[in-house]
Every structure is written in C-alpha cells, then in structure tokens.
C-alpha cells in the first residue's frame, strides 16, 4: 500500500496560526488536503516555508479551497519591465500599497467578501515588508460583555473609496491603476460580529474599509472602530511573518484581518496573490442604497 502523507503542525507564538512542514502544496493529495483544510480552519493562518510555487501551481492549490475571486495577481512595486516605482504620491499603484498597510479584510467592499487568499513572496526586500495577521476570533473573544452587548446588532458601511481616501488616494476615472473594488459605488453593509460559516465562531469584522455604523453620529462610529481595531490588534492575537522567497501562506479571510508592513521601497517587493472567492450566500453583503 502507499505511505500516507503526512505533514507536521507547529502552532504560531500567537492566538492563532501554524507553520507546515513535511507536506508538497502543488503535489498533495485528497486525504492529506482534507486533514489541511481542517487544520486551516481551526488555525486561520498556515505558513507554508521553501514551497517555491510556480503560478500555475499557485493557481490550481488556491482552486482546491473554491472558486477564484482573483486567480492570481502580483502585489508588487516592480513594473513589467522589472524597474521599481518611485516612492511618489503621484503612483496609484504606490498609493494602493501604502493603503494595504492598513488592517483589512478582502473585499469587504464588494457584495461578495472573499474566503480566503493565497500569498507567495518571490522577491523579499532586506528589511521591512513583513505581512501582519490579527486573530478577530480572539479578538471578539476578549471583548467585555458590555461591548460585546454594544455591537452585537451594530453594521458598518465597507468602501475602498473611503480607505483609500484616508490615505490620500482619491481614485480618478481613467486612472493607471485600473482599480478592482473602485468599480463599486454603493457600499455593501456588514455586521460588525460575523459568524464563520463552516465553524460557527464569531469574530469582529471591521478593518480600514469600514466606516459610518448607521445610528450613530460619524464622530462616534470612528471612534468606536478606532477603539475595536486597537483592542483587537495587540499581542497575542498578531503576528508578523518575516518573508524569505519560496514562502507561501494561506489565510482564512473570515476570521482574520491582514496588512503589508513598511519598507524602503527602493527596495523591490514582488508577491503573488491569488484569492478565493466567498460562498455567494454566506459572505453576501446587500448594497446600500446609493445616498449612504
């Protein structure tokens, strides 16, 4: 008979996560897969060092987990023509990268928030750039009964005009960057508390695209996410994977926020992204109405 695959689990220093080792992501098999998507969802965070994947690769492991939202797309400051952009504001696609350097959830400004991603680094700069990792199921954990009581009926509107706006990139028709997400206009409403679909645990929901909780008055739903967001983002519940190329990483976009650190961006970074589109029923938003 063959030998079963098998691979090892060492938890992350955190609430959450594990590095995986012992197992061949583009060649793995049923069994070992379904052990790994268990192992996925009671952990949020898989680190998966020296893969090395091939696009292609990258592509047909990310499919394992569902659709494709994105079936895969560079996260990079390196042109086509492989020289590095300016560290300029004039840059969409500079700005774009410095606005993913905010805590966020995928596509919580489209109707349907993606499930998960996959990410490979291939080139690392010397310093900095690191992603970083929150754990919202702790993070709702660790909230008092008096807060948890407060938001427990609490929405708020997700837009990447308003993020990107925040970090002074008011996005133009005709722009370089041809801007997935911009397209929408009319803000999707989420609940502030999200159930996990396959787990039943809940988690706050909230990120650099949320704003304007409806009922209360803008100065008060900012500081009320500022609050949140604080809370949640301090250890134990982070973590921040230092990248060596042939890393990859598979996220649960459902129970974890996740941002890009700072890095000399003279420094090439080129990622790989491929994300995995939500269940049309469980991460649907319905729009907001147009003057929200």
């Known amino acids: 008979m063959p030998a079963v695959e098998s691979f090892t689990v060492t938890p992350l220093d955190a ?10 992501l583009a060649t793995i098999g049923d069994d070992a897969f379904a052990r790994l998507y268990r192992t996925w969802l009671d952990y949020g965070l898989l680190v998966f060092p020296g893969q090395h994947l091939t696009q292609d690769e990258q592509v047909a492991f990310a499919r394992r987990f569902g659709a494709l ?22 840059d969409d696609v500079v700005k774009v990268l410095k ?14 928030q993606a499930k998960g991603a996959v990410f490979t680094a291939h080139v690392v700069p ?29 929405s708020a509107y997700h837009s990447l005009h308003y993020s990107q706006a925040k970090v002074g990139h008011e996005h133009k028709e005709g722009s370089a960057y041809s801007g997935y997400g911009f397209q929408v206009k009319d803000p999707p409403l989420r609940p502030l508390v999200k159930i996990h679909p396959e787990t039943g645990r809940p988690a706050l929901m ?3 695209h949320a704003y304007g909780i409806p009922g209360l008055a803008p100065e008060e739903s900012d500081r009320l996410l500022d609050e949140l ?12 994977h230092h990248w060596t190329p042939g890393d990859a990483v598979l996220w649960d976009n459902r129970c974890l926020m996740h941002r ?30 147009a003057h929200a």
């Open 15 to 24: 609430t959450f996560g594990a590095r995986i080792e012992g197992v061949r």
């Open 69 to 90: 939202e994105i079936e895969i797309t560079p996260i990079s400051n390196v042109r086509r023509d492989g020289t590095v952009r300016a560290d300029v504001d004039s």
């Open 99 to 112: 606005g993913n350097m905010g805590w966020h959830c995928d596509s919580t400004y489209m109707p349907v």
């Open 126 to 154: 010397p310093e900095g750039g690191e992603t970083g990792f929150v754990d919202m199921r702790a993070a709702y954990d660790a909230l008092s009964p008096e807060m948890k009581a407060r938001i427990a009926h609490l």
């Open 206 to 208: 909230i990120g650099r």
């Open 229 to 240: 967001l604080d809370f949640a983002c301090q250890p134990p519940r982070t973590y921040h």
């Open 260 to 289: 890009a650190c700072p890095w000399d961006m003279k420094q090439p970074r080129v990622m790989y992204h491929s994300r995995i589109a939500g269940d049309k029923v469980t991460e649907f938003a319905a729009p907001a109405p």
